[in-house]
């Protein structure tokens, strides 16, 4: 198997490798930097990459296995989160100048349930101001390009998501869509995007001038199971978000819904 063929494999594929130890997490995240250090300077989707993160949260994953310890569903896979979503210790820009400089201290409620499944943070991906607009540009970054033709834009607003996805930089990526942000690129670029339920995936924090009542957050992926895993592991009430309510019960990836009788 070539580095290409890892980094186009399915998230699904790749926890079963890291399971059985066929792959090891560091290998297959290795193959992804490797890949996002030779395209993404022609793509732009990746505006803050955390590489040396993610190579200690991998061998953390792989430890884990060694060990027989239990695991979460997403074990070991490289994700990336869109940089409207807060991520502890790791810059958070929303795409604008005002917070060029802006560390949170907290990790949203979507972020952390993901870190919380096993998944090893590649970094953040670009989008526009607040993720305001259907293209992915803006001051403090620059564009996206589309990975199917890069004289085009990749959408917006989760257009670093989807490009990295579609340019195998990562088989995970977090997005949000408020009128379009997640389903406008990911059709750009050739990928699956899930515009959840408003509330199936709680919100918080929030900035005061960023969607509130609007804002969906939801996968982007090249492989459709692959979606389901993500929104199992990221759905459910948390106490943060009163807009968010109780898990439904339903394991998206096996299908199986609950018994109303």
Same mark, same amino acid.
């Given at each position: 198997?070539?580095?290409?063929?890892?980094?186009?494999?399915?998230?699904?594929?790749?926890?079963?490798?890291?399971?059985?130890?066929?792959?090891?997490?560091?290998?297959?995240?290795?193959?992804i930097?490797?890949?996002?250090?030779?395209?993404?300077?022609?793509?732009?989707?990746?505006?803050?990459?955390t590489?040396?993160?993610?190579?200690?949260?991998?061998?953390?994953?792989?430890?884990?296995v060694?060990?027989?310890?239990?695991?979460?569903?997403?074990? &070991?896979?490289?994700t990336?989160?869109?940089?409207?979503?807060?991520?502890? =210790?790791?810059? +958070? %820009? /929303? $795409?604008? @100048?005002?917070?060029?400089?802006?560390?949170?201290?907290?990790?949203?409620?979507?972020?952390?349930?993901?870190?919380?499944?096993?998944?090893?943070?590649?970094?953040?991906?670009?989008?526009?101001?607040?993720?305001?607009?259907?293209?992915?540009?803006?001051?403090?970054?620059?564009?996206?390009?589309n990975?199917?033709?890069?004289?085009?834009?990749?959408?917006?607003?989760?257009?670093?998501?989807?490009?990295?996805?579609?340019?195998?930089?990562?088989?995970?990526?977090?997005?949000?869509?408020?009128? &379009?942000?997640?389903?406008?690129?990911s059709?750009?670029?050739?990928?699956y =995007?899930?515009k +959840? %339920? /408003? $509330?199936? @995936?709680?919100?918080?924090?929030?900035?005061?001038?960023?969607?509130?009542?609007?804002?969906?957050?939801?996968?982007?992926?090249?492989?459709?199971?692959?979606?389901?895993?993500?929104?199992?592991?990221?759905?459910?009430?948390?106490?943060?978000?009163?807009?968010?309510?109780?898990?439904?019960?339903?394991?998206?990836?096996?299908?199986?819904?609950?018994?109303?009788n």
């Amino acid at each position: 198997m070539n580095k290409e063929d890892i980094c186009f494999m399915s998230a699904l594929e790749m926890g079963a490798k890291i399971k059985s130890q066929e792959l090891s997490s560091l290998e297959i995240t290795e193959a992804i930097i490797e890949r996002i250090e030779k395209v993404n300077p022609v793509i732009n989707a990746f505006c803050t990459p955390t590489f040396e993160i993610a190579r200690d949260m991998a061998k953390k994953a792989d430890e884990m296995v060694r060990k027989g310890e239990e695991i979460g569903p997403l074990h &070991g896979i490289p994700t990336s989160i869109k940089d409207l979503m807060q991520t502890k =210790g790791i810059k +958070t %820009t /929303y $795409g604008s @100048i005002l917070y060029k400089d802006f560390i949170p201290e907290i990790d949203d409620v979507a972020v952390q349930r993901l870190k919380s499944a096993g998944c090893v943070i590649l970094g953040k991906t670009n989008t526009p101001d607040f993720g305001h607009i259907a293209l992915t540009i803006n001051k403090l970054f620059g564009e996206t390009k589309n990975p199917w033709d890069i004289e085009k834009n990749s959408g917006g607003s989760s257009g670093g998501a989807a490009a990295a996805v579609g340019s195998g930089l990562g088989p995970l990526a977090l997005g949000s869509d408020g009128g &379009g942000s997640i389903r406008v690129p990911s059709s750009c670029c050739g990928v699956y =995007g899930l515009k +959840t %339920t /408003y $509330g199936r @995936i709680p919100s918080y924090p929030r900035i005061g001038i960023h969607f509130t009542s609007m804002d969906h957050y939801g996968p982007i992926v090249n492989y459709v199971k692959d979606a389901a895993l993500m929104l199992n592991v990221m759905k459910g009430y948390h106490p943060a978000d009163n807009n968010s309510f109780p898990d439904d019960g339903i394991d998206y990836w096996q299908k199986k819904r609950p018994n109303f009788n």
